[in-house]
């Protein structure tokens, strides 16, 4: 109902200028707070994901410190979901019942990996990585476990490492340590460097040997000189030599022409030697008659041992029969 | 229906803090008086018949356009301040939801209720005591009419009604403002810029929000109308009644800023 007038017999705004299209600007006025009221209501609800289907992740932590109700899961930095609820779970185990939107529910795979960083600036993160997106997609109410990483506790075992570093590099430093007797010893080194002697001295370690090295290095030039001649003397020798050798009366010319010689020779030998081979091949001929005739022999020496044998048993016939030189004689033990 | 009748001042000597009391029971009073006539349907009537276009129009149409255009100026400078911060500190993605937080939630309302209370309904305060001595309270009385009803309780509404304007006025300019400081003239960071603020304003946030806003308009609309009628007409000055109603509402309105911080960050 619009506001009305009042009656021109009430005092009420008797002393007030009057207000030029008070009612349209009235009703403008309440209409603005309205559609204004209206739409935050609306964006509100838009905002916090009123319009949109969502399907229910729930992600098992051992600690949800840091996890708050609202707070998004991450995929490569875009918020794909909300933490609508925190529990905890009969197993002692914190559950985070999260929102995701059907249209963004694609990203999350039944390989998905989802993780609970707590920074050591900044809120705690809730994020998820799929390494495969060909895999199944991740269903609805779907429990996963989540892996937690806190940077803060790591930072007491960074920071004793980082003092047991530190303590070890003052060692090395100290004006007794290592490094500085290194580095003495480099100045000593240095200084040797700079005298008279100079890098032979610091590698001899004394004169006398640095001498000595030096009237070695002295001889080794002399050997090498004499070296030079004795080479150059080869060299001669060797021109020589190939004149010897390789010259027209050389040695290899005539060694061709024995070679040569030999040759031949050896062609004779071959000839001779098959011309021996057919001698053997007759002798081997003979060889098979004379072993057929020794083969005979056997035989005629079987048959004359078979007659001795006979004759033999009739000696030994005629003996038994007519013991001609019987000598019969008796011994007594 | 009680004829609320200012409230004599009694003939003993009670202490400053029976006074301190006795003066809050009396602004509580004439507030439970006023919000029943406000939820009655003869209080409603009444202040219809006197008219409630033109104390709204008067209380929120005159400053609608320069709080909207100092609000939108100071939230660009703080704006603008927390973001180069949070860059600086590499702390950017934390930037939109604090300008959120410490403008629209706490910033806006607030300075929508002072102004409000400055512009508005102080001097309607000013304008009640001006009538009440001309006496047309009685006059009204002798009408068989209420004077709370046909001249209070429509300045109030218009009061409470020029808070909540003002603030939700702001309140959408500086989400504007806030936007395009981040983003710029482009639609590319609306969704992530949409899901900051639907983080920022969680179902108790926006409960306390909304009551917050609503407590502070019916505290700027209340307290100094109810001031000016706990005094007898006459009995002490127009600025002493002014000053004592600022004070009051500013101790008020700071219990409830301090209320609405505790239940949103405790």
């Known amino acids: ?333 | 229906m009680s004829r609320s009748q200012p409230a004599p001042r009694s003939q003993g000597t009670p202490g400053p803090a029976l006074q301190w009391l006795a003066g809050w029971w009396q602004i509580i009073h004439l507030g439970a008086v006023l919000g029943v006539l406000a939820l009655s349907a003869s209080g409603r009537q009444q202040a219809r018949r006197s008219g409630l276009a033109a104390p709204l129009v008067r209380a929120s149409g005159p400053m609608l356009l320069g709080f909207t255009l100092a609000t939108a100026v100071l939230s660009l400078v703080v704006i603008r301040i927390v973001i180069v911060t949070a860059q600086s500190y590499g702390l950017s993605q934390y930037a939109l939801e604090m300008v959120v937080r410490v403008l629209v939630l706490e910033l806006i309302p607030l300075a929508a209720a002072l102004f409000g209370a400055l512009n508005a309904t102080l001097p309607m305060a000013d304008e009640v005591a001006s009538l009440r001595r001309r006496g047309q309270f009685q006059a009204l009385q002798q009408q068989g009419l209420d004077p709370l009803a046909m001249l209070v309780l429509p300045r109030l509404l218009a009061g409470l009604f020029a808070v909540l304007l003002l603030a939700a006025l702001s309140c959408a300019v500086t989400l504007v403002l806030a936007y395009l400081s981040a983003h710029g003239f482009s639609l590319g960071g609306f969704d992530r810029y949409t899901r900051t603020v639907g983080r920022v304003f969680s179902p108790s946030v926006t409960l306390i929000f909304c009551g917050k806003v609503f407590l502070l308009g019916s505290a700027v609309a209340w307290i100094p109308l109810v001031t000016v009628l706990q005094n007898p007409a006459g009995r002490r000055s127009r600025a002493s009644a002014e000053l004592q109603g600022l004070v009051r509402l500013f101790l008020v309105v700071l219990a409830i800023e301090s209320a609405a911080l505790v239940g949103n960050y405790y």
């Open chain 1, 1 to 333: 109902m619009p506001p009305t007038d009042p009656p021109p017999d009430t005092p009420v705004a008797a002393d007030l200028p009057a207000v030029p299209h008070l009612q349209a600007k009235a009703s403008g006025l309440l209409l603005l707070l309205a559609l204004l009221v209206a739409g935050a209501i609306g964006y509100l609800l838009y905002a916090r994901g009123a319009f949109e289907p969502t399907q229910r992740l729930v992600l098992v932590a051992d600690d949800a410190e840091g996890v708050t109700v609202g707070m998004d899961l991450t995929f490569s930095g875009f918020p794909i979901g909300r933490v609508q609820h925190i529990e905890l779970s009969p197993e002692g185990n914190a559950r985070i019942l999260i929102d995701v939107p059907k249209k963004d529910a694609h990203w999350l795979r039944t390989s998905s990996i989802f993780t609970l960083v707590r920074g050591v600036v900044g809120n705690t993160n809730l994020r998820a990585y799929t390494g495969q997106l060909q895999d199944p997609l991740l269903a609805d109410n779907a429990e996963r476990k989540v892996l937690a990483g806190d940077a803060m506790a790591e930072l007491p075992q960074m920071v004793a490492a980082v003092r047991e570093l530190v303590q070890r590099a003052s060692a090395l430093a100290a004006p007794d340590g290592a490094l500085a007797g290194s580095l003495a010893n480099l100045q000593a080194a240095t200084d040797q460097l700079k005298g008279p002697r100079g890098a032979l001295g610091l590698v001899m370690g004394n004169e006398a040997d640095a001498k000595k090295l030096l009237t070695t290095l002295d001889r080794t030039n002399a050997l090498l000189a004499r070296a030079d001649a004795l080479t150059a003397s080869l060299d001669k020798l060797a021109g020589k030599t190939d004149a010897q050798v390789f010259g027209a009366q050389g040695l290899l010319p005539e060694t061709r022409a024995t070679v040569l010689q030999l040759n031949a020779l050896l062609g004779d030998a071959r000839a001779t030697l098959t011309r021996v081979d057919g001698v053997l091949a007759e002798a081997q001929g003979i060889a098979s008659n004379t072993r057929a005739a020794t083969t005979d022999l056997g035989t005629l020496r079987a048959e004359v041992e078979a007659s001795l044998r006979k004759v033999q048993q009739l000696v030994d016939e005629v003996n038994r029969k007519w013991p001609f030189a019987r000598d019969a004689e008796v011994k007594l033990p």
